[in-house]
T-cell receptor
Framework: EAGVVQSPRYKIIEKKQPVAFWCNPI?????LYWYRQNLGQGPELLIR????????DSQLPKDRFSAERLKGVDSTLKIQPAELGDSAVYLC????????????????FGPGTRLTVL | AQSVTQLGSHVSVSEGALVLLRCNYS??????LFWYVQYPNQGLQLLLK??????LVKGINGFEAEFKKSETSFHLTKPSAHMSDAAEYFC????????????FGTGTKLQVIP
């Protein structure tokens, strides 16, 4: 079974430029997450999708960040314009459908995109 | 609110020695607890989890962790370190009841000395 796929793996841009990250979750996984991992820190949730609906975007800086998951499968996270402080690893994760389940639901992580803003 | 604290951002052990990575949690309701491992330039991989039932949980690669409610701890151990265990380890907490956000600790980087 293929895991979570992310591209690109590395991206270097100058500040004020736009950048986009792409994620393809594990087939059949309805829930998709974007995390940001700063150097020396654990991942922090940016946004969570249930199918194509963003159900938790409270931590997404909406002035410059946007995300979409138009067909409920793959997703794109965009930053425009990028700032120096956006340098981090952006992780995508997915998990099976949560509806009707009250127990733990494992998240499967992709390898991440390491963004460097100069 | 829930949180986890990992004691020690870096831990060094000799190959064959005991590995002990510490994690304490804070949660107002019964927690779900996890340990994830992250190898360089890779995503996080679940090592083990505690949800309910037996408080000593075994995971992959010979790791285990014990949930101690009285100490609010979930320390990760492995009897004998292997060079391949060198990685960063993250403790995380969530709780039952539909989707609940997973909160990660700041991580502990394990170095294994030959």
């Amino acid at each position: 079974e293929a895991g979570v796929v992310q591209s690109p793996r590395y991206k270097i841009i100058e500040k004020k430029q736009p950048v986009a990250f792409w994620c393809n979750p594990i087939s059949g996984h309805n829930t998709l997450y974007w995390y940001r991992q700063n150097l020396g820190q654990g991942p922090e949730l940016l946004i969570r999708y249930e199918n194509e609906e963003a159900v938790d975007d409270s931590q997404l800086p909406k002035d410059r960040f946007s995300a979409e998951r138009l067909k409920g499968v793959d997703s794109t996270l965009k930053i425009q314009p990028a700032e120096l402080g956006d340098s981090a690893v952006y992780l995508c994760a997915s998990s099976p459908n949560l509806r009707g389940r009250s127990s733990y639901n494992e998240q499967f992580f992709g390898p991440g995109t390491r963004l460097t803003v100069l | 609110a829930q949180s986890v604290t990992q004691l020690g951002s870096h831990v060094s052990v000799s190959e064959g020695a005991l590995v002990l990575l510490r994690c304490n949690y804070s949660s107002s309701v019964p927690p779900y607890l996890f340990w994830y491992v992250q190898y360089p330039n890779q995503g996080l991989q679940l090592l083990l989890k505690y949800t309910t039932g037996a408080t000593l949980v075994k995971g992959i690669n010979g790791f285990e962790a014990e949930f101690k409610k009285s100490e609010t701890s979930f320390h990760l151990t492995k009897p004998s370190a292997h060079m391949s265990d060198a990685a960063e380890y993250f403790c995380a907490v969530s709780f039952a009841g539909g989707y609940q956000k997973v909160t990660f600790g700041t991580g502990t980087k394990l170095q294994v000395i030959p």
